[in-house]
């Protein structure tokens, strides 16, 4: 149980154009999920947390108009890069997280997203 | 702040030898902890957690003890195989920030044959 999948698993664009990025919950419902990204040999950045039915929270110095989230369901959230250019290419990873119990938190990933701008 | 520190790698070992990788962490409530694996290409698999002081965490022959007197989650192995080769993060998620996730820096762990 608590899968979590991303596609596509690796996308090259060309600069200027958009691409999206889904996050799936395969066996269960997550009002919460988030979005990171991870440079060559580093750790996971959070990007923005994303909640069901309402306006994502970004963390500090993540731009929002270029990095658009949309939670529409418990179990889909995408993350659209706009405007690509080569410093975005990276490794996007996303999770979500089961509904909390007794204040216990676990998140699952996804299998990661590798993005390159040409 | 919330924060996780934890042992620069690289680390190179032989098979079958032991494997400690250290752990800290500073955080505003009561935190839980974790230790994630992460292959090459791939995303993070929860290895083990401990949600409360002196809970042992295991999974895979790997072990991690919370400390709270020392604020440690010290991640051992007592023999690695070459498949234990990956990249390895401590992390904390704190409900005074949410429960959101806070990653050390990874330590890149290759076992030779």
């Known amino acids: 149980g608590a899968v979590v999948s991303q596609h596509p698993s690796r996308v090259i664009c060309k600069s200027g154009t958009s691409v999206k990025i889904e996050c799936r919950s395969l066996?269960?419902?997550?009002?919460?999920m988030f979005w990171y990204r991870q440079f060559p040999k580093q750790s996971l950045m959070l990007m923005a947390t994303?909640?069901?039915?309402?306006?994502?929270?970004?963390e500090q110095g993540v731009e929002k108009d270029k990095f658009l989230i949309n939670h529409a369901s418990l179990t889909l959230s995408t993350l659209t890069v706009t405007s690509a250019h080569p410093e975005d290419s990276s490794f996007y990873i996303c999770?979500?997280?089961?509904?909390?119990?007794?204040?216990?938190?676990?998140?699952?990933f996804g299998p990661g997203t590798r993005l390159t701008v040409l | 702040g919330d924060s996780v520190t934890q042992m620069e790698g690289p680390v190179t070992l032989s098979e079958e030898a032991f494997l400690t990788i250290n752990c800290t962490y500073t955080?505003?409530?009561?935190?839980?902890l974790f230790w994630y694996v992460q292959y090459p290409g791939e995303g993070l698999q929860l290895l083990l957690k401990?949600?409360?002081?002196?809970d042992k965490g295991s999974n895979k022959g790997f072990e991690a003890t919370y400390r709270k007197e020392t604020t440690s989650f010290h991640l051992e192995k007592g023999s690695v195989q070459v498949s234990d080769s990956a990249v390895y993060f401590c992390?904390?998620?704190?409900?005074?920030?949410?429960?959101?996730?806070?990653f050390g820096a990874g330590t890149t762990v290759t076992v030779r044959a």
């Open positions: 999770s979500a997280r089961i509904p909390l119990l007794a204040g216990y938190n676990e998140q699952f």
């Open positions: 066996d269960f419902q997550a009002t919460t």
């Open positions: 994303s909640n069901e039915g309402s306006k994502a929270t970004y």
């Open positions: 955080a505003t409530g009561y935190p839980s």
């Open positions: 401990a949600t409360k002081a002196d």
């Open positions: 992390a904390l998620s704190d409900p005074f920030n949410d429960y959101k996730l806070s």
